[in-house]
């Protein structure tokens, strides 16, 4: 199984940094604006929620200060009309004159004082004052003309006069309700009482309530803060600026608009406004945001407006909304660091499945080339073992075939050397004759003469018998051999069949010293030139070539005959022993193949060549010696 080198290959840098890059540089803004926008929707929600409690509460405080304020403006409602059922006030009206002012005068003294009103005073119907209950203080009503007021106008015409005003006489607001006093079904006067609504201001600051009454003119009447007193809820136009001066109504007031910083309308009646802290001081961080409530109370034109500070609940819209944001980074944070801590895991994970993978790959691999090894470490002990047994055959077959070559050179030599050995032994039993008789005739020098022919062949005879015993002898090829002394041994031995023989022999070789046996080295020669002399038998001028020269370290010998040379069909057998084309007893064909085994057991070879001239060459090539010892070592 081979292992894909592609498979656990991580993505191109460029791909795998840009996304990474991307969401670090851009997680942190978008985290930093999602918690902006979510801590901005916490507040938003809390706010708006927080509006709608207090919306739902205020609307009960309303309805229970409203009240508050319609009983104290009705408490007073009846006393106008009660001066109608006085008989001093009728009778002053109808004629006023100083004593009866004066008993009106007591009367509505000890009214006001019991009533606990501000004044109760008694117009005729051109709007005079005729009697006051302030009638001891220097800045009594009496006498003077109130005809201009609209309390007096509504009154006058029978309707019921209500008005808020400041006092033109002393400048002091109050709540004015008038009535029209009838006798006979016919508006004989006025009767007017002024009442006091500081208590209810004092109240609403006593209970830290911010309210504030504005009338139809929409000018705040009545306010539990005094810097929003005498000012417009609303816009006023300039007629109704003007009429407002010319009615002295707010006296000399100058009406100027109640401006919040900020007005929002939320539902009917509902409104978010946002006044300055401090009334000097007019910028957004001292605001204050208020919830104003406004109902209009029953029986008059004015509205009752309730204020409840959103401060209290900003602050915790603001807090939640912070909480919310700091909730969320908290959530994105935890959200990144298990992201990151997952990612880190998935990685491990894989790096470790990826390894552990490669890790049975290379295993399963390591164990199948294992088992390979094995087998083909088996497979070549058998082929050595095979090799070693076929060369101990080989070498057996070889050693026998060389002993049998041997053997049949030595009996197919003894037939030579028995003929070459009787020839000196004939010429030595003549000439050993021939020398008893000079020796008894006194010729000392033919004596001698023949003695040394005598030693001469029986040096030739020895050298013979030599080269028998060095052909049966059995051994290895560890000697040194002289070529030119080899050859000279097989011209010696082959020399019976040489003579008469019109030989030419061509000698160009030096004399080398050849890594061989010598007398291996003969026989191989003897072979080689007694194969050439037979092939040259019918050759009437038979030439032999023995040129030798170096070659890649080693000799070569060329021994060249220009016999009959060998038939193409034949040459391919010329090596295979007992091939011989030789007739009868002449040839047993092992000449050959023991000559190339001897050359081959010495690191040499034996080749054939066939010369276009004609005749054989053998090649002969030997390792020079000493090249042996100089490779081993
Ligand atoms: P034998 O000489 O006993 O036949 P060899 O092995 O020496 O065995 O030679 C085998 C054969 O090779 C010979 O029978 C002969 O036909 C051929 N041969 C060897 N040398 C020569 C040569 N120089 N010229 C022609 N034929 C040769």
Redo the contacts with the bound molecule.
């Keep these: 199984m081979k292992c894909d080198p592609n498979q656990f290959r991580a993505a191109p840098p460029s791909l795998a940094v840009r996304p990474r890059l991307i969401r670090q540089l851009f997680l942190p803004p978008l985290i930093i604006a999602l918690m902006i926008g979510l801590g901005y929707i916490g507040f938003w929600v809390s706010e708006y929620y927080g509006i709608r409690t207090l919306s739902d509460n205020g609307e009960r405080q309303l309805e229970l200060h409203a009240r508050t304020v319609e009983s104290e403006l009705s408490k007073y409602t009846y006393l106008p009309s009660l001066l109608e059922l006085e008989s001093s006030v009728s009778t002053l009206l109808a004629d006023p004159n100083q004593e009866t002012r004066k008993t009106v005068n007591d009367y509505l003294e000890g009214l006001n004082r019991r009533s606990r009103s501000r004044a109760i005073y008694v117009m005729d119907t051109t709007g005079r004052v005729l009697a006051t209950s302030n009638w001891r203080d220097a800045d009594s009503y009496q006498g003077e003309d109130l005809s201009f007021r609209a309390y007096f106008q509504n009154a006058v015409r029978g309707q019921p006069g209500r008005f808020y005003g400041i006092g033109s006489t002393n400048g002091e607001p109050g709540y004015y309700l008038a009535h029209g006093l009838e006798e006979h079904g016919k508006i004989i006067g006025v009767a007017v009482v002024k009442v006091r609504l500081e208590a209810l201001e004092e109240r609403w600051q006593r209970a830290r309530l911010e309210a504030f009454v504005s009338d139809e003119n929409g000018i705040i009447i009545l306010s539990s803060d005094p810097a929003r007193r005498l000012k417009a809820v609303r816009p006023l136009s300039d007629d109704t600026k003007e009429r407002l001066a010319h009615s002295l109504q707010y006296y000399w007031a100058t009406l100027n608009e109640l401006e919040p910083l900020a007005r929002e309308r939320l539902n009917e009646g509902t409104e978010k406004l946002t006044f300055p802290a401090n009334s000097e001081v007019v910028n957004d961080e001292h605001a204050v945001s208020y919830l104003a409530q406004t109902r209009p109370l029953n029986d008059t034109p004015w509205n009752f407006t309730l204020l409840t500070p959103l401060n209290d609940l900003r602050r915790a819209a603001i807090n939640q909304g912070i909480l919310v944001a700091v909730a969320f980074g908290l959530v994105a944070f935890l959200l990144i660091a298990w992201n990151e801590r997952r990612k880190v895991i998935a990685t491990r994970l894989a790096a470790r499945e990826a390894l552990q993978e490669a890790n049975s790959q290379l295993e399963r691999r390591i164990a199948e080339r294992t088992a390979d090894l094995r087998a083909s470490n088996e497979r070549l002990k058998g082929q050595i073992r095979e090799r070693r047994q076929a060369e101990e055959t080989l070498r057996r077959a070889q050693d026998e075939l060389v002993q049998a070559g041997k053997l049949a050179a030595i009996g197919q030599m003894s037939t030579s050397i028995a003929h070459e050995l009787n020839q000196p032994l004939a010429a030595l039993r003549t000439l050993s004759g021939n020398t008893v008789r000079f020796l008894e005739r006194g010729a000392l020098d033919t004596a001698s003469a023949n003695l040394k022919t005598i030693n001469e062949l029986i040096d030739r005879m020895g050298r013979i018998t030599a080269s028998l015993r060095s052909f049966a002898r059995r051994g290895d090829d560890q000697g040194e051999a002289s070529l030119g002394k080899a050859v000279d041994a097989a011209f010696q031995v082959l020399s019976a069949r040489l003579d008469g023989l019109p030989l030419t022999v061509h000698r160009d070789f030096a004399n080398a010293q050849l890594q061989i046996d010598q007398t291996r080295l003969e026989q191989i020669l003897l072979?080689?030139i007694?194969?050439?002399l037979?092939?040259m038998q019918a050759q009437p001028a038979p030439e032999l070539w023995l040129d030798g020269h170096m070659f890649e370290g080693k000799y070569r010998l060329h021994v060249r005959?220009n016999?009959?040379?060998?038939a193409p069909e034949?040459r391919k057998h010329?090596f295979e022993p007992f091939?011989?084309?030789?007739p009868g007893e002449?040839?047993?064909?092992?000449?050959?193949?023991l000559s190339a085994s001897l050359a081959a057991a010495t690191g040499g070879n034996l080749a054939v060549e066939h010369p276009a001239s004609g005749?054989?060459a053998?090649v002969l090539c030997l390792p020079l010696a000493g090249t042996q010892k100089a490779e081993s070592t």
Excluded: E, V, Y
């Design positions: 072979n080689l007694g194969n050439a037979d092939a005959d016999g009959h040379g060998i034949t010329l091939f011989t084309t030789k002449q040839g047993l064909g092992l000449g050959l193949t005749g054989t053998f």
